[in-house]
C-alpha cells in the first residue's frame, strides 16, 4: 500500500506533497457535492465535460510521456462508441447488453490499434510521419461509416445510419439500474478518478520511467536491452483504450454517435487540450479538458460563432509563450514563487 502511494505522489506529474493533495481532495469534495446544487439536467452536461478527460489522458500518455504525437486518437473513440451501438442495441432488454458492450468496444480497440501500432512501430516509421498516419487513419474511418446510410448497412437489427450516425442507443446499465442524470455524472466522475491514479501509478511505475526513456532516447533505451517498439505498440494499445473508454461513455451519455465524432475537426480538440493545459502532466489534461469544453459549450450555446477561433488562438498562444503548457508553467511559477 505505502509503495502505491508513493507512486501516485511521485514526480512524474506536476503536484505532490500534502499540501497539493490536500487541495486536490478539497476540489474533489466539491465536485462530489456540485450535483445536490444543481438539477438533473445541469449535471449530465456537466458529465460531458469529464467523459472527455480519458481521451485526454491517453493522448497526454503517448504524446506527452511516450513521445508520439498521434492526431487520429478520436479513430479509437468513434470505434467504441459504434461497437457498444452494435452490440447493445443487438440486445436491448438485456441487462447484460451494455456490459457486453463496454466490453467489445474495449476489445475492438486493443485489437485494432494494436494492429495498427504493430505495423508502425515495427517498421520503424518515423515520428513525423506518425500523425499523418494516424490523421488518415481516422479519417478513412468517417469517410466509411458516412457511407453506410441505407438498410443494407445494418449490423443485425441497428443501422450504422451513415451521416446521420447511430440513434437510440442504450444507456449503461447494472442489473435494471440505469446510468443517467445524476448517476452518470458520478460514474464518470469515479471513472476519472480511477483512470488519474491508476495513470499516476503507471508512469511513476519502472514501466512508465522506460517510456519516458524512449521519448527521451530510443536509441540509447533500446541499448540497454529493452524492446522499445514493443513498450511503444502496448502504450499505444493503453491510449487507444482510454479514448474507447470516452467513446463509450459519449454514447452512454447522448444515446446516438455519427461519423463526424471522428471527423478532423474532433481529431484536434485532444491534441488543443494537451498542448493547452501541458501534455506532459495528467492534472494539466485534467484541467485544460474541463476549462475549454466549457468555453466551447457556453459560447456555442449562445450562438456564438467564434469559439474554434478562440480556441485555435489559445493554442497559438500556447506554442508560442507557454511551450511546456498553461497550466504546467503555471504551477511551476507557483513553486517557485513559495
Given at each position: ?179 443517467e442524470g445524476y448517476s452518470f455524472y458520478y460514474y464518470c466522475l469515479v471513472i476519472v478518478l480511477v483512470l488519474f491514479f491508476g495513470l499516476r501509478i503507471l508512469v511513476n511505475s519502472k514501466f512508465g520511467q522506460i517510456v519516458i526513456g524512449i521519448r527521451e532516447d530510443e536509441l540509447r533505451t533500446e541499448m540497454l536491452g529493452y524492446d522499445i517498439r514493443f513498450l511503444q505498440c502496448v502504450t499505444f494499445i493503453i491510449s487507444a483504450n482510454l479514448a474507447g473508454i470516452s467513446g463509450l461513455l459519449y454514447v452512454q451519455w447522448g ?84
Amino acid at each position: 500500500m505505502k509503495h502505491l502511494l508513493n507512486l501516485i505522489d511521485g514526480d512524474k506529474d506536476i503536484g505532490r506533497g500534502n499540501k497539493f493533495w490536500a487541495g486536490f481532495f478539497l476540489v474533489l469534495i466539491c465536485f462530489f457535492l456540485y450535483p445536490t446544487f444543481v438539477s438533473s439536467f445541469r449535471a449530465s452536461n456537466t458529465a460531458f465535460y469529464l467523459l472527455n478527460i480519458p481521451m485526454g489522458f491517453g493522448l497526454c500518455l503517448i504524446w506527452g510521456y511516450c513521445g508520439i504525437l498521434s492526431f487520429g486518437h478520436v479513430a479509437y473513440y468513434g470505434l467504441a462508441g459504434y461497437a457498444y451501438g452494435i452490440i447493445a442495441g443487438n440486445l436491448l432488454g438485456n441487462s447484460w447488453g451494455p456490459i457486453l458492450g463496454v466490453l467489445g468496444g474495449l476489445v475492438v480497440c486493443t485489437i485494432i490499434s494494436g494492429i495498427f501500432g504493430y505495423f508502425v512501430f515495427y517498421s520503424r516509421i518515423q515520428k513525423w510521419i506518425i500523425p499523418i498516419l494516424t490523421l488518415v487513419f481516422t479519417l478513412l474511418l468517417e469517410t466509411f461509416f458516412v457511407q453506410t446510410s441505407g438498410y443494407q448497412w445494418r449490423v443485425g437489427r441497428v443501422l450504422l445510419g451513415g451521416f446521420n450516425g447511430m440513434t437510440n442507443i442504450p444507456f449503461f446499465q447494472i442489473g435494471t439500474f440505469e446510468f443517467e442524470g445524476y448517476s452518470f455524472y458520478y460514474y464518470c466522475l469515479v471513472i476519472v478518478l480511477v483512470l488519474f491514479f491508476g495513470l499516476r501509478i503507471l508512469v511513476n511505475s519502472k514501466f512508465g520511467q522506460i517510456v519516458i526513456g524512449i521519448r527521451e532516447d530510443e536509441l540509447r533505451t533500446e541499448m540497454l536491452g529493452y524492446d522499445i517498439r514493443f513498450l511503444q505498440c502496448v502504450t499505444f494499445i493503453i491510449s487507444a483504450n482510454l479514448a474507447g473508454i470516452s467513446g463509450l461513455l459519449y454514447v452512454q451519455w447522448g444515446n446516438y454517435i455519427t461519423p463526424s465524432q471522428m471527423g478532423i475537426l474532433q481529431a484536434a480538440l485532444p491534441v488543443i487540450w494537451c498542448a493547452v493545459g501541458g501534455r506532459n502532466s495528467f492534472i494539466a489534461v485534467i484541467f485544460a479538458t474541463i476549462v475549454l469544453n466549457w468555453l466551447s459549450f457556453t459560447l456555442s450555446s449562445q450562438g456564438n460563432q467564434y469559439a474554434l477561433v478562440i480556441i485555435g488562438t489559445l493554442l497559438v498562444i500556447t506554442m508560442v509563450f507557454f511551450p511546456r503548457g498553461i497550466v504546467v508553467m503555471i504551477f511551476e511559477k507557483m513553486q517557485k514563487i513559495r
